[in-house]
């Protein structure tokens, strides 16, 4: 598996993925830096430009690749290069999702892992990793990557979100 940044030439490719997605009944892609909702993936490839650059008035700095084993996108992961308040809370360093049919073969474990070698190569020394309390997969992928526990955070909403600290030294 590697980590490749989204290109003009993956385009049929990642339409084919988040069409994947939305198939399976799932309208919001974590870790997608708004390609759920993007207008089309031209627009969506200008959009991360502006915000890996830190100029996107509403969202901090950060750096959307695909993981991608033999040609096939399997995932994609946003890592944000520094937290806001609500990151703190909710998002973390890293958000990512893997393609529904290629779920429970490791890729999200491997993910993450590489994810964390790009934190490493941005400075971030520890970096917070964070899923919904429902999502024992996401768990279990965090603690397979050395996720410590610091604690639970309710949102209005009343949706808990567990906070796991990664040390990447």
């Known amino acids: 598996m590697q980590l490749i940044t989204p290109k003009i030439e993956h385009k049929q ?73 609500h990151l703190m809370k909710t998002g973390g360093h890293i958000g990512y999702s893997v393609r529904p049919n290629q779920r429970r073969k490791g890729y999200a474990t491997e993910i993450l892992r590489l994810a964390l070698k790009k934190c490493q190569e941005m400075g971030i020394r520890k970096a917070l990793v964070t899923c919904n309390k429902n999502n024992i997969g996401s768990q279990k992928t965090i603690l397979k990557n050395n996720g410590v526990l610091e604690n639970e955070h309710e949102d209005n909403n009343g949706n808990i979100t567990l906070r796991y600290w990664i040390d990447i030294n």
């Open 13 to 85: 490719e990642a339409l084919e993925y988040r069409q994947d997605h939305f198939d399976a009944n799932e309208l919001i892609i974590d870790g997608d830096n708004g390609f759920d909702e993007a207008e089309t993936y031209e627009c969506w490839l200008t959009g991360l430009d502006i915000i890996k650059a830190g100029k996107h008035e509403f969202f901090m700095p950060s750096s959307t690749y695909f993981a991608v084993v033999d040609g096939n996108i399997v995932g994609v992961v946003d890592i944000r290069h520094k937290l806001n308040d």
